[in-house]
């Protein structure tokens, strides 16, 4: 089993920024839509021996940051839990919008890389409150706002549920993550610009 913070980390790195995530949102699905699709999840789509690579191949067709932890339980659960919402699309009828028009890769990333290693995907199938938490969380980072939410309303929602907020010890750890991963990437984008300007001018 991978450490939590180490997941943390790379979730931070591969996440892009939840700052930016909020500014860029489109109007999407409804959250109680959502949730209860998750509950609806076939008990073979958690069964350890599915190969939830070959589900990635066969839903996303496009790689994950989550499957470099193919032994982690949770993280793997998490990952099934997010294909399933991908997958039910085919198989329960279309979220309006589709939630496969959205970042679907990165959302299945975050459920399995930031939810999952501080809430147990078991528990989003029993518990109101994690079952809004994963809804809530894959619905950001696949581009989308709950319907009828503004996006402070959406934040402070998230927010209020978040299972990572309330674990102060770890939410420490995963900001000193997330501000490193910051200073990277503007550091990666003055390099650029640098570059853009040295080239121009040559």
Known sequence: MADTERLLAIWAERSGGEDDAWK??????????????????PRSFLDERVSVRALVGDILHRPLACLDFADDARVIRGAAVGLWLLASEDLIGR????????RADLAVDALALRL??????????????????????????????????DTDTARSLLAACDSLTRNRALAEAYEGHR?????????????RKEAAARYSTE
């Open 24 to 41: 860029s949102l489109r109007p999407g699905p409804r959250v109680d839509e959502v949730a209860a699709r998750l509950s609806a999840i």
């Open 179 to 191: 501000h490193r991963a910051e200073i990277a990437r503007m550091l990666r984008e003055a390099r």
């Open 95 to 102: 979220f309006s919008p589709e939630l496969m028009r959205g």
């Open 116 to 149: 999952a290693p501080v809430a147990d995907p078991a528990r989003w199938l029993t518990d109101d409150e994690r079952r809004t938490e994963a809804a809530r969380t894959f619905l950001l980072w696949s581009g989308y706002r709950p319907a009828y939410e």
